[in-house]
């Protein structure tokens, strides 16, 4: 069965701290992999995508990585800010469009 | 592009309605999906379409609910007759899959949260 895992559930940073958000899949044969954000009660906003071809990608301060043969993937946020505070979710295609989605990690920044 | 449209933003439903949400993808994008999102069981993909067909609806828990595509702007997800346990979020996303059937970025739309009571 295809998974994706993502620990910790939770993680609380104080502002300013550089952290890494966590994800595991079971299929190394992936399409590719998406990080979304997720605010209380919103909609999911799509932070990256990184295609099967690719080992990173980056957007201001967010830098994902993929290791397909270790079946991982990181989110790298640096100089995080309270309004990064938020669930972080990964989402992998492994075939067929089909994104199968972690639990998220609930992250919260620190003032 | 206003992103992915959903409607309504909210809806409160008594045991046995129908009910129908709505989404209005991206135009342009020729995948849509249908997630629904609980605490227990997070983000679950219900059924997708590809150019208006649907392609996989394994995730449709049970008869009670259908989903349409008319056209490539409008999708359709009904449960008739509705239960509490469908109180969820609903989501719509909608992407695109190129020739070389490399897929774009889903992007999401803002979720109907359906209470049935």
């Known amino acids: 069965k295809q998974e994706v895992t993502q620990i910790p559930a939770a993680l609380s940073v104080p502002e300013g701290e550089n952290l890494v958000l966590n994800c595991s899949f079971t299929d190394s044969a992936i399409y590719n992999l998406q990080w979304f954000r997720q605010d209380p009660g919103k909609g999911l906003t799509s932070l990256l995508l990184?295609?099967?071809?690719?080992r990173e990608q980056t957007s201001g301060r967010l830098n994902a990585s993929l290791d397909k043969s270790s079946g991982r993937s990181t989110l790298y946020i640096a100089a995080s800010q309270p309004g990064d505070s938020a669930t972080y979710l990964c989402a992998v295609c492994f075939g067929n469009e089909k994104l199968t989605f972690g639990t998220g990690t609930r992250l919260t920044i620190i003032p | 592009d206003a992103g992915v449209i959903q409607s309504p933003r909210h809806e409160v439903t008594e045991m046995g309605q129908e009910v129908t949400l709505r989404c209005k993808p991206i135009s342009g994008h020729n995948s849509l999906f249908w997630y629904r999102q609980t605490m227990m069981r997070g983000l679950e993909l219900l059924i997708y379409f590809n150019n208006n067909v649907p392609i996989d609806d394994s995730g449709m828990p049970e008869d009670r609910f259908s989903a349409k595509m008319p056209n490539a702007s409008f999708s359709t997800l009904k449960i008739q007759p509705s239960e509490p346990r469908d109180s969820a979020v609903y989501f719509c996303a909608s992407s695109l899959r190129d020739r070389g059937l490399l897929n774009t970025e889903a992007f999401f739309g803002q979720g109907t949260r359906l209470t049935v009571v």
């Open positions: 990184i295609q099967s071809s690719q």
